[in-house]
């Protein structure tokens, strides 16, 4: 995983990007996106596999939650089509998925996927998540 200085210098371009950082989990880069709604950058975790990604999105959305953050509907996100862990993961946590059929980075097709926050919250923290 990346330290937090690298994630710093890989998103020194990005505008208004903020970073959530947890020592030992994961980070999550985000950006206000079109409509107020939040667009996650990057994510990373620790040790994949283990549950970390889901901890961290609970860690993460609980600070977005308190510090008044809240988008005004959604949450979204890209991937690589070929990136199979990050569908697999976004899936479990409920977020629709399209495959543009086209990329918008290289030569891969890109994913497009987004939840509305409070089902994202929900999937989150609801009992059978615990
Ligand atoms: C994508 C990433 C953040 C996911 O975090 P993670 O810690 O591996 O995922 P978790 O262990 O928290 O998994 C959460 C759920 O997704 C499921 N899941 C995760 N990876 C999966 C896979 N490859 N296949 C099937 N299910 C998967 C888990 O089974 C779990 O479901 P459950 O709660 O019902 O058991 C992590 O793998 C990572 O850092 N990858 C490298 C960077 C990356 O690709 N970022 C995303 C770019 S879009």
Redesign the pocket.
């Known amino acids: 995983?990346r330290t937090l200085s690298q994630v710093q210098e890989r998103i020194k371009n990005y505008k208004e990007a903020q970073v959530f950082y947890k020592p030992g989990l994961?980070y999550i880069v985000w950006t206000m996106a079109t409509g107020d709604n939040l667009e996650?950058l990057?994510?990373?975790?620790e040790?994949?596999?283990?549950?970390?990604?889901?901890?961290?999105?609970k860690l993460w959305a609980a600070y977005i939650d308190v510090s008044g953050q809240s988008p005004y509907h959604s949450v979204i996100?890209?991937?690589?089509a070929s990136?199979?862990?990050?569908k697999?993961?976004?899936?479990?946590?409920g977020w629709s998925q399209r495959n543009l059929g086209q990329s918008i980075y290289r030569d891969d097709d890109t994913v497009v996927?987004w939840c509305a926050w409070n089902d994202f919250m929900r999937n989150l923290f609801s009992e059978k998540?615990q």
């Open positions: 995983m994961g996650v990057f994510v990373e975790v040790t994949p596999g283990q549950g970390q990604g889901k901890e961290l999105y996100g890209y991937s690589l990136n199979h862990r990050a697999h993961f976004y899936c479990k946590l996927m998540e």
